[in-house]
């Protein structure tokens, strides 16, 4: 078999999971790795916390490999949130992003400006549907915006945002922050547009919480003042006791305190994995899970607000029928697990995804038309 079959081969999650963009259950690797580095951890001798802490640079080589990037410039991070304050917290002029972002970006954005006291200055804006393209963010460009802040893949549709366009639009002289939760290891794509990428592994890497992080370009580091900096982003080596060096020149410098090796290590072998299957093949197969839903959706006329394009879309996809929570009670009641907010339902597939989950979707959507059509 091949290095993909073997992936495919270790999802064991129980049927009905649609659900990977909130959460992935910890694949069997990272189970693995979990319980032999616990135990290592758990003699305290000098050598087995050595050769946990080895974890650290293997998660960022790996991280870079998928990035395109140096290890030298990724620093891990408890949370993709963390990695985005440390960019936007170190940012000065004005700073452009949608109003319709989730959370770690807008709320982020929305705090380092009240804390930058008139230095930083958010500029939202409301593109169509949330999806932030060239032509949305065109209109808010001037001379005193420094930032375009994205994320790659948005949390509601799925809507792949055009970095390379983007780019282009915004020219050389500002930063592409890029959170790239919902994309990283999913989807084959360049990131070199991009001046910081952030990413976490408990959704689609199946490495659990505190496995994220953040790469910053070198023109990232000369523009982003390391204002969250800690006693792991200073000058020199080793602790720095008696004294207050300066932040560190490198990407180091966006650090707060000592990683989790635990954590370090399921992000190493959560990539490892994507890497090992091949991105491109893994992004092929989720493009079919995908297309398998929409066929089901359009069939049960449930009204889809994602992207249809394969190149503009990503692992999610967005139902918006006439009773969500409803239709939303009847998925789990089949046993149907996916995300339900608002007048919205979004049912999330991985490459992994087997048969049978596409089939329970399936049934379990005739079943609401059923019950509608009745109802009617």
């Not at 792949?160 to 790239?180: H, K, M, N, S």
């Amino acid at each position: 078999m091949s290095a993909f079959d073997d992936y495919l081969d270790t999802f064991d999650s129980e049927p009905g999971y649609l659900n990977w963009a909130a959460f992935g259950p910890l694949s069997p690797s990272v189970r693995e790795e979990i319980f032999a580095d616990a135990d290592l951890l758990g003699s305290g001798r000098p050598s087995s916390l050595a050769l946990v802490g080895e974890r650290l640079g293997q998660a960022q080589e790996i991280v870079a490999e998928l990035l395109g990037a140096e290890a030298a410039d990724v620093t891990l991070q408890p949370s993709s949130t963390q990695g985005l304050a440390h960019a936007l917290y170190g940012m000065t002029g004005t700073v452009v992003a949608s109003a319709a972002e989730f959370p770690s970006v807008s709320l982020t954005l929305e705090r380092a400006g009240a804390a930058s006291h008139g230095a930083l200055v958010p500029r939202w804006i409301t593109p169509d549907d949330g999806r932030v393209t060239a032509d949305a963010v065109a209109e808010a460009l001037d001379d005193d915006v420094t930032a375009l802040a994205v994320s790659h893949v948005d949390f509601r549709t799925g809507f792949r945002a055009d970095l390379d366009a983007l780019r282009e639009l915004i020219g050389p002289d500002r930063l592409l922050i890029v959170d790239a939760v919902q994309s990283f290891g999913m989807i084959d794509v360049d990131y070199s547009a991009a001046d910081v990428v952030v990413g976490h592994g408990y959704k689609w890497l199946r490495a659990g919480r505190g496995t994220a992080f953040a790469w910053f370009s070198p023109r990232a580091r000369e523009r982003i003042t390391p204002v969250l900096s800690g006693i792991t982003g200073t000058a020199g080596a080793g602790l720095a006791v008696d004294e207050l060096p300066a932040p560190a020149a490198s990407a180091r410098a966006y650090t707060l305190s000592g990683a989790d090796t635990l954590a370090a290590g399921r992000l190493a072998i959560g990539a490892r994995d994507v890497r090992d299957a091949g991105v491109a093949e893994i992004e092929k197969r989720l493009a079919e899970q995908v297309d398998a839903i929409l066929e089901i959706a359009d069939r049960h006329g449930i009204t889809v607000t994602s992207p249809r394009e394969r190149e503009r879309r990503a692992g999610i996809v967005g139902l918006t029928p006439q009773e969500p929570a409803r239709l939303a009670a009847a998925l789990a009641n089949a046993g149907v697990v996916v995300t339900a907010r608002g007048a919205s339902v979004r049912v999330a597939p991985h490459a992994g995804t087997d048969p049978s989950t596409i089939a329970l979707l399936d049934e379990a959507l005739a079943a609401f038309g059923n019950e509608t059509f009745i109802s009617a």
